[in-house]
């Protein structure tokens, strides 16, 4: 044992460096993640200068009424959606990119974010509710229920024609096509004022966030977040392949099955409350690869933090590209995402 020492001493080295250098890496996207929070909250048409900013952070009396109702009632709720959105969106996909071995998967790749959008588009074209709910809740609800019947749709086909990830991607794209054809239905058969709502519904925006769904959101986020990093090790191990992962006594069909209906959850959870959100699930986890790796205990909360960043500056952008309007940030998301992630793609490709 004396004479493996020098060789475990530099291992454990650099281990430690390994560990230490990753730890930094998320400690600096969580605070890039707060500084564009407060850049977010500060923007917008009323000018609110930094230093009224923090006193209100502080006491939410400092100022008027007016500031204080535009900070704390407004653009808060906005602010902080962008992120918990942002967030679910990343992990969702990192999940899934993961489980499928695909880096293309993400909520909206095999069908999720299309089966969440019918559900929403139901309850908003024929005006119901569930289980005596308002048609706000009901539409997240029906977001869920659709999103989790997608992912077992898939899950069952996949098993009845073979369980691998190439079949669960072909059924995935399937059912995107099925799913965007019954919402153009909808859309066909809508009421004027029903399409209007559609319409915007599915460019994506922040602007009807509240605190009671800012917490909803939350609430999904904390619960979904332990699970998944509760199975970092076997996700990484994941990586190898299925093979591999099997030998080290890793259920992979259940493993699947369960990260998938993860990732209905925090899909429905996002896309309920602010309508349709492209490009955040597969941007947020390619910049947490490119940064951290393949280890899954920094590589999943670095793809929630990236995804909430990308968001967040998508939500500055949102209030700041056309003076005196608000774009809906899923346009800016489609708009800044296609060049930004080709521009990943890019660099990826020159560091191979």
Known sequence: MPASSPLIAPLASSYRRFIVTRLLMVAGLAIALVISLLADIASGPAHISVADLIALLFDAHAQGPIQQAIVWEIRMPAALMA?????????????????????????????????????????????????????????????????AASIL????????????????????????????????????????????????????????????????????????????????????ALRSGDEHARSFGIAVERLRLISLLRVSLLAAAAVAFVGTIGFIGLVGPHMARLALGEDHRFYLPGSALAGA????????????????????????????????????????????
């Open 153 to 236: 749709t898939i899950n069952a086909l996949s098993r009845l024609y073979g369980a691998s990830r190439e079949i669960i991607v072909l059924f995935g794209i399937a059912l995107v096509f099925v799913l965007n054809a019954l919402v153009a239905l909808l859309q066909l058969i809508a009421s004027p004022d029903a399409l209007q709502q559609l319409v915007f519904w599915t460019m994506g925006s922040l602007s009807r966030a509240s605190w009671e769904t800012v917490t909803i959101v939350a609430a999904v986020l904390a619960v979904c977040l332990p699970f998944s990093l509760r199975s970092a090790w076997a996700m990484t």
């Open 83 to 147: 992120v918990l959105v942002g967030a679910t969106l990343g992990l969702a996909g990192a999940e899934m990119q993961t489980v499928l071995n695909n880096p293309l998967a993400s909520p909206f790749t095999l069908g999720v974010g299309a089966a969440a959008t019918l559900g929403a588009s139901l309850v908003i074209v024929f005006n119901f509710s569930l289980l005596g709910l308002s048609a706000h809740y009901a539409t997240a609800l029906m977001a869920f229920v659709f999103a």
């Open 309 to 352: 960043l990308v968001l967040s500056l998508a939500s500055i952008a949102s209030k700041t590209l056309v003076d005196g309007l608000i774009l809906p940030v899923g346009l800016v998301t489609s708009l800044v995402g296609i060049p930004f992630f080709m521009a990943l793609i890019m660099m990826q490709g020159r560091a191979r």
